[in-house]
């Protein structure tokens, strides 16, 4: 079993930036895919970033490209998300999760095997 526990959440303003961490516990995730997504009041789940087992292949949701960079520490067992430029719109809580496959083209949020409490990201304007 693996436990995810996000940090990093917090007000700022808009055109500000936030670190978002996610560290697992449980058992190495270092063979698994991570991701993250986000939750907006009223609004379904929605696909922000995945990184695979490695590091080397990433993906982004289009709303997010260019300002969002996720990033990982298989040593430290942990995944980052560093989030730029960030608008009202990115207002939302933001989940960490995880999938065995190893793959970071998933982008389906049933298709993740485990997901953390979720952290709250909040762009004034």
């Known amino acids: 079993q693996v436990q995810l526990v996000e940090s990093g959440g917090g007000l700022v303003q808009a055109g500000g930036s936030l670190r978002l961490s996610c560290a697992a516990s449980?058992?190495?995730?270092?063979?698994?895919?991570m991701g993250w997504f986000r939750q907006a009041p009223g609004k379904g789940r929605e696909f922000v970033s995945a990184i695979n087992w490695s590091g080397a292949s990433t993906s982004y949701a289009d709303s997010v490209k260019g300002r969002f960079t996720i990033s990982r520490d298989n040593a430290k067992n942990t995944v980052y998300l560093q989030m730029n430029a960030l608008k009202p719109e990115d207002t939302a809580v933001y989940y960490c999760?995880?999938?065995?496959?190893?793959?970071?083209?998933?982008?389906?949020?049933?298709?993740?095997?485990?997901w953390g409490q979720g952290t709250q990201v909040t762009v004034s304007s």
């Open positions: 449980g058992r190495t995730v270092s063979g698994y895919s």
């Open positions: 999760v995880a999938d065995r496959r190893g793959s970071a083209s998933v982008r389906i949020d049933t298709e993740y095997d485990y």
